[in-house]
């Protein structure tokens, strides 16, 4: 069974630091791409960073780039973004996903709350 958790939300300054971490299991995962994605107060949830299962072809949303990173750790299969110089508007809850055989799977989430 597909199971993801997500850690490391938290309350921030803007221009603070963040890194989440998404712990996955029931899947191989160093065979399939993860991907981080985020969901604020009456908006969609929108695709944030995503890597694949090799290489480093990492693609990010327009409005993380340089700050964001993705990076994972096939050995412990686990998948984390640092988030440096947050601004307010990053306050989400912010998802991992990954897709096998077509169907998308979640974590419960870990809400991100920047803010003076």
């Known amino acids: 069974q597909v199971r993801l958790v997500e850690s490391g939300g938290d309350l921030v300054q803007p221009g603070g630091s963040l890194r989440l971490s998404c712990a996955a299991s029931?899947?191989?995962?160093?065979?399939?791409?993860m991907s981080w994605y985020r969901q604020a107060p009456g908006k969609e949830r929108e695709l944030v960073a995503t890597?694949?299962?090799?290489?480093?072809?990492?693609n990010y949303a327009d409005s993380v780039k340089g700050r964001f990173t993705i990076s994972r750790d096939n050995a412990k299969n686990t998948v984390s973004l640092q988030m440096n110089n947050l601004k307010p508007e990053d306050t989400a809850v912010y998802y991992c996903?990954?897709?096998?055989w077509g169907i998308g799977y979640w974590g419960q989430g870990t809400q991100v709350t920047v803010s003076s």
């Open positions: 996903n990954v897709i096998r």
């Open positions: 890597i694949p299962s090799v290489g480093r072809n990492t």
């Open positions: 029931g899947f191989t995962f160093a065979m399939y791409a």
